[in-house]
């Protein structure tokens, strides 16, 4: 096979349409895509199955730690998730997750200082929240 260089290959005619139409078609698209709202097909954000996973990932770290046995979680929100329009930005949305308002946490080992502690910490490390929006108590039944 000969080696051809680049003049030779853009002087055949069929080569030189190809990639005209493919330049054309590039272009379209693009340009179509600036009207296409892409925001559609992104996840919205359903507050209560947010809360529910959460609650359930709490628990199941909760419950492992060391004196607390059996425990529930309850979480509040401080707003629903939502999807934001941005003006002056390349994507057209964000989407915003709800933010924990407060946490309660009952559990059996909720009258121990060190459990107390423990849950605490576990909580406010993980939601990144200060330890006046979590409550540990007593469990009974």
């Known amino acids: 096979m000969k080696n ?3 003049k030779d290959i853009f002087d055949n005619p069929k080569i ?3 990639s005209v139409i493919i330049g054309v078609v590039a272009v379209v698209l693009i340009f179509i895509s600036s009207y296409i709202d892409f925001s559609v097909f992104s996840q919205k954000v359903d507050t209560d199955e947010y809360c529910l996973q959460l609650e359930e990932n ?3 770290v909760v419950t492992h ?6 425990a529930k979680i309850f979480l509040t929100m401080d707003n629903n998730g ?3 329009y941005l003006d002056n930005s390349d994507t057209k949305t964000k989407s915003i997750t709800p933010v924990v308002r407060g946490v309660v946490v009952v559990c059996d080992g ?5 459990v107390i502690s423990r ?3 576990a909580i406010t490390k993980s939601l ?5 929006k979590v409550c540990v108590t007593k469990l009974t039944e």
Do not use: R
Not at 110 to 114: E, L, R, T
Not at 128 to 132: D, K, L, Q, T, Y
């Open 4 to 6: 051809k260089s680049l």
């Open 16 to 18: 030189t349409k190809i």
């Open 58 to 60: 709490l628990h199941n």
């Open 65 to 70: 730690i060391q004196g607390v046995g059996n």
């Open 82 to 84: 939502e999807n934001v």
């Open 110 to 114: 909720g009258d121990d200082p060190i």
């Open 119 to 121: 849950v605490m910490s």
């Open 128 to 132: 990144n929240i200060s330890s006046n």
